[in-house]
């Protein structure tokens, strides 16, 4: 309601003013909507209170029942606004602000929001985002499927993110261009390559490469054990190959072997993968057509060149195999050998 006001007249006592009723009616009228916003209609409510101190007067704490002579204003507890726009002393339906001294509780000076969604800056810095309980100095937690977490929109041709050291050294920078391309060890990505990379890189699982690939340096594979190591074969004449450790496996051998088994192949369709064994074996020992791919056997075994497996020898022999897996996921493995080698 708009405030009443009350019509005094002109002059004295010429009779064109408000009733003596009629001016007491709208100041009832106006004290009930001052009881009605602040209060419950019938008493207010006491969410702030004035105090005199020694060189402060009339401080005003909110929500609260004391004042502090060294701070002239200062808020503590909470701070509830409604739907509709009312202060009031309970939680409302779309959260809260609450504002504290710095150390008053351990949670943080600084809160909005419910837990799931809060924004809260705790007394030791750390800033959560989506989270009650940040741990760094800035965690954010998605709360929705359908939203990112943080989504980082680039300011004409500057950088989308970047992460570095103080004096963003090249060498020590991450950044994310406008146009989505990354970098690492460089603040300045080349044009047109979606990841630049200045340093080595060591990578274990399986790397998938679609598209034209240039390596401007040499390639190199992982080793497993030295020349003179024997390599493993089990009592059933199996010999594994994990082919995350490695690619190319080197050592003796003092029994046959029956079962070649390779670990870790990727199991993506359209895809090959090679190994290579370089064995030192001996007259007397043989080499078997069984193969197994990630646990599971290949029917119709190694598909030797030639034919049939080659004979062990007392020189060293080369095994490559090229395990081969098309679109339809069909898998087959085949076997180059070099026999004898001295």
Do not use: H
């Not at 800035?138 to 929705?144: E, R, T």
């Not at 004409?156 to 020590?172: L, V």
């Not at 895809?271 to 064994?277: F, G, I, P, V």
């Amino acid at each position: 309601m708009a405030k009443q006001g009350i019509n005094t007249g002109t002059a004295p006592n010429d009779g064109t003013g408000d009733t003596l009723l009629a001016g007491t009616l709208k100041i009832n009228g106006n004290f009930d909507d001052i009881y009605n916003v602040f209060g419950d209609g019938t008493n207010l409510i006491s969410f702030v209170s004035y105090a005199t101190t020694a060189g402060y007067s009339t401080n005003a704490g909110i929500a609260s029942t004391s004042v502090y002579a060294e701070n002239a204003r200062y808020v503590s507890n909470d701070i509830d606004i409604n739907t509709s726009g009312i202060l009031t002393s309970s939680y409302a339906d779309i959260g809260k602000i609450t504002i504290q001294q710095p150390g008053a509780i351990t949670d943080g000076p600084i809160e909005v929001g419910f837990a799931a969604t809060m924004f809260r800056i705790r007394s030791d810095g750390m800033v959560g985002i989506g989270t009650s309980i940040p741990t760094s100095q800035l965690q954010v937690a998605s709360f929705s499927d359908s939203r990112p977490a943080l989504w980082a929109i680039a300011k004409s041709n500057g950088p989308s993110f970047r992460a570095s050291d103080q004096d963003i050294t090249p060498e020590k920078t991450f950044v994310v261009t406008k146009d989505s391309n990354i970098g690492i060890g460089t603040n300045v990505p080349s044009p047109n390559q979606r990841l630049d990379i200045r340093g080595n890189v060591t990578a274990e699982g399986v790397i998938t490469l679609d598209g034209t690939t240039n390596f401007n340096s040499d390639i190199t594979e992982t080793v497993v054990n030295d020349f003179g190591d024997n390599i493993t074969v089990s009592a059933a004449g199996t010999l594994t190959v994990d082919l995350s450790v490695g690619t190319v496996v080197v050592g003796g051998i003092t029994t046959s072997v029956g079962t070649w088994d390779f670990t870790n192949v990727t199991a993506l369709n359209s895809k090959a993968t090679t190994a290579t064994l370089v064995i030192n074996a001996g007259i007397g020992y043989t080499y078997g057509d069984s193969v197994n791919i990630n646990g599971g056997p290949i029917a119709g075994g190694v598909r030797w060149v030639g034919g049939n497996p080659p004979p062990a020898s007392n020189g060293e022999d080369i095994l490559t195999f090229s395990i081969i897996r098309d679109s339809s996921g069909l898998t087959r493995v085949y076997c180059s050998s070099s026999i004898n080698i001295s």
